[in-house]
């Protein structure tokens, strides 16, 4: 008579193995997914037929939108800080260590220098507010080199100095965005002798 | 150790053994579900969210050493950008093109034909492989940077030896201008 007994217990399926697999594979990819943080300036970029990937480390990104705002982000914290450090150099501006550490975590941002102190103070949600941002000035003035020349140099310098490689630079611009504000970055990277970068695209199908 | 005891202590006085040999066992049907989604989610927004990465180089600009290097006018088409995504190309120099200035548009009935035929063209002029046709960009501002990436997608497909952005001249605006593409 012991066979009624098993046939009751097996109408439940014990889950405890399934169930460990999925968190763990759960918490993989919430530990490998880069945290997408909100772009205080939405960009929505032409589409082109190239597949290459954009790398993930040693990049800048150059974005350029809403009426030819320039935004500027670099990869890796480590980079951002000797970035930081040699912007304060170069326009005289002592940043204290919490400072370098909240810049640290800023993925792009888009103030002048100026403003930089009391930009990194603000709260996130402050910061990526659309709109809140007016950009990195892209003019040169009274024949000094631009706000956005100088963080292009430190940026690459920053790399070559933290990684030992060449930081890859990348426009990302709006495709309504007119050709002067592209010109105007193009030339940017032009006068430091960057003829070589990337254009963010997004994936288009090929016309056959 | 995911079954979760969820008789209590009432157990212990009314010693119903057969009550609480049911409850020592939790439905984890709902909790696995939701990790299924979770990971589910988390997948496709890792991989899918890379962007693609255009590379172009640019002409090295050297302001001190203004170096010219001449090159055929029969192999050079010059490809303007004008406004309301046309575009208007010619082939040798602005003053004395070669047939006349074509006003087109974008995509694959538009340049691109023309870009194909303008590359057979030349190759049965020079006879050689290696004199190719040579293309040059020049984005007016009335063009948006949409316009650039698709005449550099045009390059990436119809893959004519050289290209290059340059800057617009005066002439060329007024033929730009002529067209009303500007």
Same mark, same amino acid.
């Given at each position: ?7 009751? %217990? ?6 405890? =193995?399934?169930?460990?697999?999925? *968190?763990?594979? !759960?918490?993989?990819?919430? !530990?490998? =997914?880069?945290?997408? +943080?909100?772009?205080? /300036? ?8 190239? +597949? ?36 304060? %150099? ?9 400072? %370098?550490?909240? *810049? ?17 103070? !603000? ?20 024949? @000094? ?8 140099? @430190? ?7 933290? $990684?030992?490689?060449? /930081? ?20 940017? !990277?032009?006068?430091?002798?960057? $003829? ?8 288009? =199908?090929?016309?056959? | ?67 010219? #290097? ?48 303008? &590359? ?9 492989? &290696? ?43 007024? #033929? ?7």
């Amino acid at each position: 008579m012991p066979r009624i007994k098993i046939q009751r %217990k097996s109408t439940a399926i014990d889950m405890t =193995a399934m169930c460990d697999v999925a *968190f763990l594979l !759960l918490t993989f990819f919430i !530990l490998t =997914a880069t945290a997408r +943080q909100p772009e205080p /300036l939405p960009v929505d970029t032409p589409s082109s037929i190239v +597949q290459i990937k954009l790398p993930d480390s040693d990049i800048s990104t150059i974005t350029i939108g809403g009426e030819g705002k320039t935004f500027f982000g670099v990869s890796g914290q480590p980079v951002r800080v000797n970035m930081l450090e040699r912007i304060g %150099k170069r326009y005289s501006i002592q940043f204290t260590p919490e400072e %370098k550490k909240r *810049f640290s975590l800023i993925e792009t941002f888009g103030v002048p220098v100026a403003n930089l102190k009391q930009f990194i103070s !603000l709260d996130g949600a402050t910061r990526s507010k659309e709109g809140f941002q007016p950009g990195i000035p892209a003019d040169s003035v009274n024949g @000094a080199a631009s706000e956005l020349h100088e963080w292009i140099i @430190a940026a690459r310098y920053a790399t070559k100095e933290v $990684n030992n490689k060449e /930081l890859r630079v990348s426009i990302k611009g709006d495709s309504k965005e007119k050709y002067p504000a592209v010109k105007k970055v193009i030339d940017i !990277l032009q006068r430091q002798e960057v $003829n070589k970068f990337s254009l963010i695209t997004s994936l288009e =199908a090929e016309e056959k | 150790m995911a079954e979760l005891d969820t008789s209590g202590g009432g157990s212990k006085k009314g010693g119903k053994i057969r009550s609480k040999k049911q409850s020592t066992r939790v439905d984890l049907t709902a909790m696995v579900d939701l990790a299924f989604l979770l990971i589910t989610f988390f997948m496709l927004t890792t991989t899918l969210a890379k962007p693609q990465a255009m590379d172009i180089a640019m002409p090295d600009k050297d302001e001190k050493n203004q170096e010219t #290097l001449d090159v055929a006018d029969n192999r050079t088409m010059t490809i303007l950008l004008g406004s309301n995504n046309k575009l208007e190309w010619y082939m040798g120099l602005v003053d004395k093109p070669i047939g006349a200035p074509t006003t087109t548009g974008f995509g694959k009935n538009g340049i691109r034909k023309s870009i194909i035929e303008q &590359k057979k063209q030349v190759l049965g002029v020079t006879g050689d492989p &290696k004199k190719g046709l040579i293309i040059l960009i020049k984005a007016s501002e009335k063009s948006n940077y949409k316009n650039l990436v698709d005449i550099l997608d045009e390059m990436a497909i119809t893959k004519p030896q050289t290209y290059a952005i340059v800057d617009i001249t005066n002439p060329e605006i007024d #033929l730009l201008k002529r067209d009303k593409l500007y």
